[in-house]
């Protein structure tokens, strides 16, 4: 939902904020995009299946959305 949304998004930038060095974004498949499966060794931003062949989680969640979001300016959010 968007309420769940905006609560990643909430709370990805208090992170920011906490761990500025940190690399806040996904790990990319050869194309480009958001990878959807287990990565080795990685970096920055990762979710469950980043990690674990097994999982699968978190299906649908807009990921590219999120990490575009997070590259914004910090003022767009103040109402969150």
Do not use: M
Not at 6 to 14: D, H, I, R
Request: glycine fraction near 4%; include cysteine.
């Amino acid at each position: 939902t968007q309420a769940q949304y905006n609560s990643v998004l909430a709370l990805c930038k208090t992170l920011q904020q906490a761990f500025p060095k940190v690399h806040w974004k996904f790990p990319k498949d050869q194309s480009g995009n958001v990878s959807r499966t287990n990565v080795v060794n990685p970096s920055g931003l990762t979710t469950h299946f980043h990690l674990d062949k097994g999982k699968i989680d978190p299906i649908g969640f807009p990921l590219e959305q999120l990490e575009k979001d997070l590259s914004c300016p910090e003022d767009i959010y103040s109402d969150l």
